[in-house]
């Protein structure tokens, strides 16, 4: 499977991220569920930190209990941090196109988002006209689009540098807190829209590299 991280013959080598099409992972983000998504990139075996996030399952015991993310159907396991579940050491080049791939992952999650505003604004009103319509509301939507189009140009380039795929998950948390606010207290309830940005930070701290507000 693309994506999918592998150890060698000998069962002692970590593998290497076959080259891949990580934009799929956008997609499916964006119209199907977060575990659809993981299973898209593979195990997610090779964070630099000391936990995965994977697709909840007999064979993924929690290591966080965690009703938010049980209810996308994912898990975080614990591992030795910097390491694969074969026991080698994670290449550098390996963590990074986690990282890559974790971000056009969010990236779908952030536009599932701004489709779950958008249809939120579109039912409420005040003073009798939808929020949709005013003029400050408009604007912050625009702005939010236009992070999406700048994330998704440099993801697109060939490769993106590591401080651009940092900035690029910094922006996506930034573009997803703005949704919020947007979603009123709709987005901070369990069963809400804002379900996805909590897992969607979550998948940043595990995979960017541990940065605060990633």
Same mark, same amino acid.
């Given at each position: 499977?693309?994506?999918?991280?592998?150890?060698?013959?000998?069962?002692?080598?970590?593998?290497?991220?076959?080259?891949?099409?990580?934009?799929?992972?956008?997609? %499916? !983000? +964006?119209?199907? @569920?977060? /575990?659809? &998504?993981?299973?898209?990139? *593979?195990?997610?075996?090779?964070?630099?930190?000391?936990?995965?996030?994977?697709?909840?399952?007999?064979?993924?015991p929690a290591a966080v209990a965690d009703p938010l993310l049980a209810a996308e159907?994912?898990?975080?396991?614990?591992?030795?941090?910097?390491?694969?579940?074969?026991?080698?050491?994670?290449?550098?080049? %390996? !963590? +990074?196109?986690? @990282?890559? /791939?974790? &971000?056009?992952?969010?990236? *779908?999650?952030?536009?599932?988002?701004?489709d779950d505003c958008l249809g939120y604004l579109h039912g409420r009103a005040t003073g009798g006209e939808p929020l949709i319509g005013q003029q400050l509301v408009r604007g912050e939507l625009a702005e939010i689009r236009m992070d999406h189009l700048e994330v998704a140009a440099v993801l697109d380039a060939a490769p993106p540098s590591d401080a651009q795929l940092l900035d690029v998950h910094r922006q996506i948390t930034g573009a997803d807190r703005a949704l919020l606010r947007l979603l009123g207290a709709s987005g901070f309830v369990a069963d809400g829209p804002g379900r996805v940005a909590y897992v969607s930070e979550l998948l940043a701290d595990t995979y960017a590299g541990g940065h605060r507000d990633v």
């Open positions: 499977m693309p994506g999918d991280l592998r150890g060698g013959a000998d069962g002692r080598g970590a593998g290497v991220v076959s080259a891949h099409d990580w934009r799929r992972c956008r997609q %499916v !983000a +964006r119209t199907g @569920t977060v /575990a659809d &998504a993981l299973r898209e990139i *593979g195990s997610l075996q090779a964070g630099r930190g000391s936990f995965v996030v994977v697709p909840a399952g007999p064979d993924a159907g994912i898990a975080v396991l614990r591992r030795p941090a910097g390491r694969h579940p074969s026991g080698a050491p994670v290449p550098a080049s %390996v !963590a +990074r196109e986690v @990282t890559l /791939a974790t &971000a056009w992952l969010r990236l *779908g999650l952030s536009e599932r988002l701004l």
